[in-house]
């Protein structure tokens, strides 16, 4: 790289690094539990925030913010699950960045419990922008092959949780959920791992709790 | 975007523009197709790859540069098939570009009838890098779901070709080839579009038939 091209990344990491440190601090502040969801497209992250929707609501209070590079859809398919969503368009750029975050912020509402950020579907970009989340999880789907930690480790190294989705494909499929593992946890060896189908909600539980151990752990509040 | 960002953006892009028309225009005078592939990971690009090598070759002359963040794998798989293959590994950009193809160029066979190009699985940043190629195929595959194309529309818009990928999950995945078709054509009429399932090679007798067509119209040149 050039120097005024390393120049200008440092320009934009550094104050994105800035950026999310003071949004996560006032989002711990106010008892929001922060949750940055990445994966390729279509590895079931909308779908695995609508089944969070049906389960978590109305006892916790959630709120999305998806990410996209053109369309509404993904905001509206929460919206009618009943939770507030707002849909960042980036036109264009391949993954979030915290300011974008932080200037929804003052529309969040006053009294919140989880806040799932849904990212573009990319398995690269995202990883190296934090967006003030206290928690990232990334999504890897049973189609998109157990070999991928590996190819893609950055996302696999910067997440403390990872979800093993669309186990309603498994069998079907030359997947090996044991050999996924097994690759994480060599790039990761903090990775907490769940096999969730997002279509059907098996294995959800597991996750919902692990969920709500975070929130009590770095928010110290109770339900 | 701040003034220095856009100005480092143009000479990234503009460099790239140039050393693309170069690259594709002495690749078509050897007589070489060089096609580019653009999917998510694990849409099936290399199992693709790995198909035509097993229907192409002898009688037609492949090579393979792969592209990945990290890794040899996918380079690995398709020597076991017999074709000459490159591993580039980007070592964090989430694409390739022309300069790191035409770093390969020297080392090319003489006598070559196409060049496949797998680009890093992607489906947002490679859209943007002319690679050299004379066709941008893109894959999309049935678990990521017919949604896609007006979320990622710069992917659909640049490509010649769409091949909707893994056809062998049909029905059992809320995935409509018809509206998926609907959708890719509305973001790019000229879309030639083909259902293969990479894995059982189901389908893939029209895509070779219009790689073989596009090669001599392109090359000027017969098998």
Same mark, same amino acid.
């Given at each position: 790289m050039k120097r005024k091209e390393v120049e200008v990344l440092e320009d934009i990491l550094g104050?994105?690094?800035?950026?999310? +440190?003071?949004l996560k601090?006032? /989002?711990?502040?106010?008892?929001v539990l922060a949750v940055n969801l990445m994966s390729s497209p279509g590895a079931g992250k909308t779908t695995l925030l609508?089944? /969070?929707?049906e389960r978590l609501s109305p006892r916790y209070r959630l709120a999305v913010i998806e990410g996209d590079i053109e369309t509404?859809?993904? +905001?509206?398919?929460?919206? +009618?699950?009943g939770i507030p969503a707002w849909?960042?368009?980036?036109g264009g750029a391949c993954h979030l960045e915290a300011k974008m975050i932080g200037r929804l912020f003052p529309q969040l509402p006053a009294e919140l419990d989880f806040l799932f950020i849904e990212n573009v579907?990319?398995?690269?970009?995202?990883?190296?922008?934090?967006l003030g989340e206290s928690l990232r999880c990334l999504l890897l789907s049973t189609p998109e092959g157990d070999d991928k930690p590996k190819k893609?480790?950055?996302?696999?190294?910067?997440?403390?949780?990872?979800? /093993?989705s669309k186990t309603d494909l498994l069998g079907l499929l030359p997947f090996d959920p044991e050999q996924a593992k097994k690759e994480a946890l060599e790039v990761n060896p903090h990775l907490e791992i769940f096999l969730v189908s997002p279509l059907t909600g098996a294995g959800l539980e597991?996750?919902?709790?692990?969920l709500l151990r975070q929130r009590q752990k770095l928010t110290g509040r109770h339900a």
């Open positions: 104050s994105n690094i800035r950026a999310a +440190a003071e601090r006032r /989002l711990l502040d106010r008892g609508e089944r /969070l929707a509404e859809r993904d +905001a509206e398919r929460i919206r +009618a699950k849909q960042i368009q980036t579907g990319n398995l690269v970009c995202p990883a190296g922008y934090d893609y480790p950055k996302a696999f190294r910067t997440a403390q949780c990872l979800i /093993l597991d996750f919902i709790a692990y």
